[in-house]
């Protein structure tokens, strides 16, 4: 069974950073590509970042360049997400997903339950 | 900037049909957008419901289908019922890694 568990998610001040973790399991986690998407309170989703699984690449949505970086560590099976000069526009439920293939073309097949990120001061 | 349109709202009689769309503010929608789409209840996680235009999710029921019809692609859902209720969510891949959601529509089952 995929399971992807977010945490990190908490109260910052603006400026400030947060850095996301997703705890994978129940698939072969090196071979698929990851991403972030977030979901402001009472708005849609957005889509934040993505990483390929073959090394070819990260994404960003204009939003959050420049302020986020994506990364894994495939040994550990965990995406991470390193918020930086934080605005209180980044306040939503940040998802971890699984990419249906190896780059991020064809969307996500599982989603994690979420972790929340505040800003405010 | 490339915006994804889905109506913001639409209703559904139990046990009818719906198609809800998602499309492009400039353009046409076609299978090299890879659409997606996702059910999402308030306060709960989005759920897959199919990718890559029309491949359904695991366990996914057959009720929920997808396309691409004319310029725009599509969700049908047959044979509706009152927990099909909710937000759907499509996302087209734009190239170089990136996707776009569109804005979600809210289902009305009455």
């Known amino acids: 069974e995929v399971q992807l568990l977010e945490s990190g998610g908490g109260l910052v001040q603006p400026g400030g950073s947060l850095r996301l973790s997703c705890a994978a399991s129940?698939?072969?986690?090196?071979?698929?590509?990851m991403s972030w998407v977030r979901q402001a309170p009472g708005k849609g989703l957005e889509w934040v970042s993505s990483?390929?699984?073959?090394?070819?690449?990260?994404y960003y949505a204009d939003s959050v360049k420049g302020r986020f970086t994506i990364s894994r560590d495939n040994s550990k099976n965990t995406l991470y997400l390193q918020m930086n000069s934080l605005r209180a526009e980044d306040t939503a439920v940040y998802y971890c997903?699984?990419?249906?293939?190896?780059?991020?073309?064809?969307?996500?097949?599982?989603w994690g339950q979420g972790t929340l990120v505040t800003v405010s001061s | 900037q490339t915006v994804v349109t889905q109506e913001p709202s639409f209703s559904v009689s139990p046990g009818g049909t719906v198609t809800l769309t998602c499309g492009l503010s400039?353009?046409?929608?076609?299978?090299?957008?890879?659409p997606s789409w996702y059910q999402q209840t308030p306060g709960q996680p989005p759920r897959t419901l199919i990718y890559?235009?029309?491949t359904r999710s695991s366990g996914v029921p057959d009720r929920f289908s997808g396309s691409i019809l004319g310029n725009k692609a599509a969700l049908t859902i047959t044979g509706a019922q009152a927990d099909d209720e909710c937000y759907y969510y499509c996302?087209?891949?734009?190239?170089?890694?990136?996707?776009?959601f569109g804005g979600g529509t809210k289902l009305t089952v009455l």
């Open positions: 129940g698939f072969t986690f090196s071979s698929y590509a």
């Open positions: 890559s235009t029309n």
């Open positions: 400039s353009g046409s929608v076609s299978t090299s957008y890879y």
């Open positions: 990483f390929s699984a073959a090394a070819d690449g990260t």
């Open positions: 996302v087209l891949f734009m190239g170089s890694g990136i996707w776009v």
């Open positions: 997903a699984k990419v249906v293939q190896i780059r991020p073309r064809e969307g996500f097949d599982y």
